[in-house]
């Protein structure tokens, strides 16, 4: 079982709908992200969030809004999709990001990920 | 730019033999190493990891190897049961890079 939640576990929306993504953690990390990933292809970024404050934005294009409610939950508010959006959506926390200039290994932060809510826009 | 590599898109192994990941990087300011597996439909679960001042951590069946010189990382799987089947991916953060950087994947699939 998986310590993050993610919901929905699949989402079939057309380009003109909203909807939004949501995840929760119950483990007290600090560090929320969010990852999107295609077929046979690494997860990539998409925003970090430290503390309930946006921290990372890998330049991702505004039909995607992230909010961070508390520190337990994570949502992705989606609008004005495109087909090409359709992937799969994955959730993940962990106890700290990493700061600058400190090397990672220092505190051994790995990324705990959710299942994934897996995404179709018609 | 692809930093951290993954050369074999796929593996096939004999259960209860040794399976063998690799992974390659080439930004050496990376410190901080980790495996993830997934199986489809689900997301990456957390394996093992290593920190750049150690050349090997082990936790039951798995062991991760990191060779700093070659700039390179391994994952032992011994012995490798069905269950193992599964994308393993390997990724990496470091100084100036504090994200997680992954790596493209390996298909492992272990043969009964």
């Known amino acids: 079982d998986t310590e993050v939640t993610q919901t929905p576990k699949h989402l079939v929306m057309g380009m003109t709908n909203k909807k939004s993504l949501k995840c929760e953690q119950h483990m007290g990390h600090r560090a929320m992200y969010w990852y999107k990933q295609k077929a046979k292809k690494p997860p990539e970024l998409m925003f970090v969030y430290s503390y309930e404050k946006l921290s990372i934005n890998e330049s991702v294009p505004s039909r995607f809004s992230p909010e961070c409610p508390n520190s337990s939950l994570l949502n992705l508010h989606l609008h004005a999709l495109q087909p090409e959006d359709s992937a799969l959506y994955l959730c993940a926390s962990s106890q700290d990001i990493y700061p600058v200039g400190i090397p990672p290994s220092s505190y051994n932060s790995p990324l705990h990920f959710g299942n994934g809510t897996r995404l179709t826009v018609t | 730019d692809q930093q951290v590599k993954q050369n074999s898109p796929s593996l096939s192994v004999q259960e209860g033999r040794i399976s063998i990941l690799n992974c390659d990087y080439t930004?050496?300011?990376?410190?901080?190493f980790l495996w993830y597996k997934k199986y489809p439909a689900e997301g990456p679960t957390f394996l093992i990891s290593i920190s750049s001042i150690k050349d090997k951590n082990e936790d039951g069946r798995f062991t991760v190897f990191l060779n700093k010189s070659a700039k390179h990382l391994s994952l032992h799987i011994v012995p490798s049961q069905p269950g193992d089947s599964a994308v393993y991916f390997c990724a990496a953060a470091g100084f100036g890079n504090e994200k997680l950087t992954f790596g493209t994947g390996t298909r492992l699939t272990i043969i009964p």
């Open positions: 930004n050496s300011m990376f410190d901080y």
